[in-house]
């Protein structure tokens, strides 16, 4: 075996720190990347599509708007009690955390109910042509992360309310309110593909 | 204890005890179905891969001995659609990427000094996923519902229309399979080379191989979520009626084409890459000095991650694009020769400039570099518009991707597996038989590809299951089928000589090679903590450095943990948990299993099959400690 010099000890270490220094942080990093890699194509799909389907869209009204500006505006809200969690996740305290996560899964689950909503306003089927087919496909993606988050919340906080928090966990909840910003910026280019691009191209 | 002091022997003894404890795992069938431990599942992964390999060959060998003769009637039309199918999509999805991956599973911890990979049951979950993706297909194609619109399934070939039936659905879910499984891999493999290498080890005191993975990670993620939407949209085609690709609806099959060819060009190089890290690590580790130009290799292989991203639209010059498109493409398929060629210069500087000792892992490598310069003139030449357009769908083209990727991957491949076997198994492969191996390999692989260039040029087109006679074919076939058959001869001296070194092989010892990488500073095989104490760096070869190797100690003693450190500067930063072994992986992958395949036969298998997902993502993340009120009880 190779001989050894011991330099310094690792046994002080913290063992967990919070955004870009925590190992979740970048795993989750990763995944969004995919994501919002697998969202990019799905637009630059739209655009070809746009490209061979005139009139956008082919003989049928957009989306309603109504319920399409209900979510947006619920959605962009949903950041004040995201940015409030985060920050009580930051400063470990126990019960601002656990409120906040309940806040965050009602947000999560109002969204959810809009979104069902929206669906019912489309005003086109993802069968009826490729207009369709790629307006279904946009509005599923978005909804699987809402759904995605929505779970994740749920989980922790359960969790948060039969295990007492460790540092790791706290860290956890900070990277489920990135992840969640994450959910609430994708919605903006894809509300407006589904929304505007409609009524604008 | 204080720095610098050196250890009494009795120490090591009582840490690798304790180690021992801490890491302690089950045995027996429990142990094989709760793996977490990366040198485990990566040596499942990369067994698993070869298997593929094996079988693609065989499915290579029918092929080519259907079209030894005109006009034989050993295998049908629709069969032989299957085969080659089966051959590439098994070779590009089921194989080459996944071993490339699987390579870097076990290696890369161990080059970055870690004691796990950093998500070990997302490594174990990818691996489960991998095989039953690969399985699923596989029994398709034995029930005769594999696929058959070849590996890039173009539509509208593959559309509902013109492929009726489930067989291109399968094909479609084990792309999904595979490419979860791929991303899977790539994620930990970011989070592990940007934030677990061992102390010291800077960004410019990375490795080569650590480089390319990185690089290749990076493609991998945005290359496999392409064809992921592409298979998707193909599917939902298929069984819910959209219309992407349906032209009488306004929808393009050229949307396919260019989705999935944005995928399949990076593809190659994601194959290619991890292969040029190996490159240079063999290269270093047998001229004993360190890789010349150290900076300009960084930068090729960024250079190739990211040129390989602007390439998609090459495989698609017949399909009549806008002219200043052409020669865009045409310019920028010609420049990633550049990157590429400057490795090959510095490769061969620093065999120059060593003092190379010419064992197979090299052999390897120096037939990598002659088949790879040629395969990439003939690339160069099918970058241009108009030869493009003569020997579209030809032979020409099946010869040159085989030369990319047999020579510019498989080569290397087998290099790494001589050069790393002692690692993973601690023994030798034997040197005699290796050579063997290679020159049987090299000569064969020439034999069997170099007239399809000819047989290309002479107008035989690819994908048919046999020609007439007297179309001045029949030779070069033949030949190109001896030399089919002698790389079999070449696979089973592989084969013959992996199962007898590994009872009876030179027994290796901790660094047979005299290597500079961390992965040789610990045992053969490594323990399943890897590191007695965490290594630390203080050059680009740290094993040339000195006689003693500085370490930090208080890690992963008394709980499962790994090191977390600064991205740059790779200074200590946390005391990361590790996770301990489980099943949650495998029921998760058996999950997800179920879904994807309901939802061949049924769209609504992607909801009520998301449940049971859901179940065993809990059973993953249950925290096992005491509860609150168990907490209370206590304290009251
Ligand atoms: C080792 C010996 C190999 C032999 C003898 C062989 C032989 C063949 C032949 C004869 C074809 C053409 C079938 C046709 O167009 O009718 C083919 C296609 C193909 N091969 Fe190989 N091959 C080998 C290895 C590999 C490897 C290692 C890879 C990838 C890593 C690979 C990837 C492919 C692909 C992607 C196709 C295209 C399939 C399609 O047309 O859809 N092959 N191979
Ligand atoms: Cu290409």
Known sequence: MIRQRIVGDLSHLPDHAFGPRSLMWWGILGFMLIEGAGFLLAGGAYFFLVGHVQPWPPGQTPPTLTWGIVFTVVILLSEIPNAWTNNQARHYRDWPTRIGLILMSLAGAILLAIRFLEFQALNTRWDADPYGSIIWALMILHTVHVVTDLGDTLYITIVSFIWPFDGGEYSGVVDNCVYWRFVILTWLPIGALVYLGPRLL | ?636
């Not at chain 2, 032209?247 to 190089?269: C, I, K, M, S, T």
Request: charged share 15%.
């Open chain 2, 1 to 636: 204890m204080t720095a610098g002091q050196d250890l009494e022997p009795l120490e090591d003894e009582a840490l690798r005890e304790r180690l021992e404890r801490v890491w302690a795992h089950p045995t027996g069938w429990r142990g094989v179905l709760t793996a977490v431990d990366h040198k485990v599942i990566a040596r499942r992964y990369i067994a698993t891969a070869f298997v593929f390999f094996f079988l693609a060959g065989v499915l290579a060998l029918l092929m080519r001995a259907q079209l030894a003769r005109p006009e034989s009637h050993l295998i049908g039309p629709d069969r032989y659609n299957q085969l080659f199918s089966m051959h590439g999509t098994t070779m590009m999805f089921l194989f080459a990427v996944p071993v490339m991956e699987a390579i870097a599973v076990y290696l890369v911890p161990l080059m970055c000094g870690a004691r796990n990979i950093c998500f070990p049951r997302l490594n174990a979950y990818g691996y489960w996923v991998y095989l039953f993706g690969g399985i699923m297909i596989w029994i398709a194609f034995a029930m005769n519902v594999g696929p058959e619109t070849g590996w890039f399934s173009y539509v509208p070939l593959a559309g509902p229309e013109f492929s009726p039936g489930k067989r291109t659905d399968f094909w479609a879910q084990m792309v999904t399979f595979t490419e979860v499984a791929a991303l899977a891999v790539a994620v930990q493999l970011v989070a592990q080379i940007l934030k677990q290498r061992a102390p010291g080890m800077t960004l410019s005191r990375m490795p080569l191989f650590l480089w390319s993975m990185l690089v290749t990670a990076f493609m991998v993620i945005f290359a496999m979520p392409a064809v992921m939407v592409a298979t998707t949209f193909l599917i939902t085609d298929r069984l819910v009626g959209t219309q992407f690709y349906n032209p009488a609806e306004g929808g393009d099959p050229l949307l396919w084409q260019h989705l999935f060819w944005f995928f399949g060009h990076p593809e190659v190089y994601i194959i290619f890459i991890p292969a040029l890290g190996m490159v240079s690590q063999i290269v270093a580790a047998f001229s004993r000095r360190t890789i010349l130009a150290y900076p300009a290799m960084v930068l090729a292989l960024l250079a190739n991650g990211f040129l390989a991203f602007g390439l998609w639209v090459h495989h698609m010059f017949a399909t009549g694009l806008p002219r200043l498109g052409d020669s865009f493409y045409t310019s920028a398929s010609m420049m990633i020769a550049i990157p590429s060629g400057l490795q090959i210069f510095a490769w061969i500087a620093t065999i120059w400039d060593g003092k190379p000792r010419f064992k197979t892992p090299l052999l390897f490598v120096i037939g990598f570099i002659v088949i790879f310069v040629l395969g990439g003139l003939t690339g160069v030449m099918l970058a241009s518009v108009p030869l493009d357009l003569q020997v579209h769908d030809t032979y020409f083209v099946v010869a040159h991707f085989h030369y990319v990727l047999i020579g510019g991957a498989v080569f290397p491949l087998f290099g790494a597996i001589y050069y790393w076997f002692p690692k993973i198994t601690g023994r030798l492969l034997d040197e005699r038989a290796g050579v063997w191996n290679f020159w049987t390999f090299f000569v064969g692989f020439n034999v069997a590809f170099f007239p399809m260039h000819i047989l290309g040029l002479l107008g035989m087109p690819r994908r048919v299951y046999t020609y007439k006679a007297g179309l001045g074919w029949e030779v070069w076939n033949l030949i190109s089928s001896l030399g089919a058959v002698l790389i079999a001869v070449s696979m089973l001296i592989f084969i013959i000589n992996v199962l007898v070194s590994l009872r009876r092989g030179k027994v290796a010892g901790d660094n047979p090679w005299e290597a500079s990488s961390l992965e040789w500073a610990t045992s053969s095989p490594p323990p399943i903590y890897n590191f007695l104490r965490i290594p630390v760096v203080t050059g680009r070869e740290p094993l040339w450095e000195g006689d003693k190797l500085p370490v930090m100690s208080g890690l992963g003693e008394t709980e499962r943990e790994s090191l977390c450190v600064s991205i740059v500067e790779a200074e200590p930063d946390i005391r990361q948990k590790s996770a301990p072994p489980t099943v949650w992986p495998l029921l998760a992958a058996i999950a997800t299993t179920v879904l994807f395949i309901g939802s061949i036969f049924h769209e609504w298998a992607v909801v009520w099959g998301a449940i049971p997902v859901a179940i065993t993502l809990c059973g993953w993340f249950w925290p096992g400690r005491p509860t609150r009120k168990a907490l209370k009880e206590r304290s009251a």
